[in-house]
T-cell receptor
Framework: AQSVTQPDIHITVSEGASLELRCNYS??????LFWYVQSPGQGLQLLLKYFSGDTLVQGIKGFEAEFKRSQSSFNLRKPSVHWSDAAEYFC?????????????FGAGTRLAVHP | EADIYQTPRYLVIGTGKKITLECSQTMGHDKMYWYQQDPGMELHLIHY???????EKGDLSSESTVSRIRTEHFPLTLESARPSHTSQYLCASTGGGAYEQYFGPGTRLTVT
């Protein structure tokens, strides 16, 4: 069965520091992978997605993610974090079961940014 | 990017009341979804629809019901609200063969 693991529940970084959020997936075929961000009290916003091709994908707000098939990982990175990046981040993999397409989400990583 | 709207954004209601959470999208997406999310927790799919007059239950059992009479509208109804229904409800949509879903801002429901 498809699954997504985000090993870090909480991460705290200083403003201006680099960031890497980890995501590991379990999927039998070539995965479609996504990162979403959720600000407090808001819905989820799509940061970036990977379907195929270049394993380094660029997203909005200066984020990028790298797909590594050998490690079943899709880690999210940002070279310099801004205070406005404080939010919850969700990794997701597209799956198909029960007759429908769906997204399987990880439990999320809450990012705090210190000034 | 899809424009998807949810109303109300916040709702505090007493036990036993009937409520309907509204979700509308303007992109003509055929697929729509409802998720339930407790604070600081992951999302759980409770309902989905692949088109008009098509609704199915998701992975997480829910006492709510949904309808899809128009492509753009996917309301969720609780016939008798209980404190256990207190949660955030997120609506999402996608179209064609796409997998990425676009989310509304959510409705935070509190049942007292």
């Amino acid at each position: 069965a498809q699954s997504v693991t985000q090993p870090d529940i909480h991460i705290t970084v200083s403003e201006g520091a680099s960031l890497e959020l980890r995501c590991n997936y379990s999927y039998g075929a070539t995965p479609y992978l996504f990162w979403y961000v959720q600000s407090p009290g808001q819905g989820l916003q799509l940061l970036l997605k990977y379907f195929s091709g270049d394993t380094l994908v660029q997203g909005i707000k200066g984020f990028e993610a790298e797909f590594k098939r050998s490690q079943s990982s899709f880690n999210l990175r940002k070279p310099s974090v801004h205070w406005s990046d404080a939010a919850e981040y969700f990794c997701a993999v597209a799956g198909f079961s029960g007759g429908y397409n769906k997204l399987i989400f990880g439990a999320g990583t809450r990012l705090a940014v210190h000034p | 990017e899809a424009d998807i709207y949810q109303t109300p954004r916040y709702l505090v209601i007493g036990t036993g009341k009937k409520i309907t959470l509204e979700c509308s999208q303007t992109m003509g997406h055929d697929k729509m979804y409802w998720y339930q999310q407790d604070p600081g927790m992951e999302l759980h799919l409770i309902h989905y629809s692949y088109g008009v007059n098509s609704t199915e239950k998701g992975d997480l059992s829910s006492e709510s019901t949904v309808s899809r009479i128009r492509t753009e509208h996917f309301p969720l109804t609780l016939e008798s609200a209980r404190p256990s229904h207190t949660s955030q409800y997120l609506c999402a949509s996608t179209g064609g063969g796409a997998y990425e879903q676009y989310f509304g801002p959510g409705t935070r429901l509190t049942v007292t």
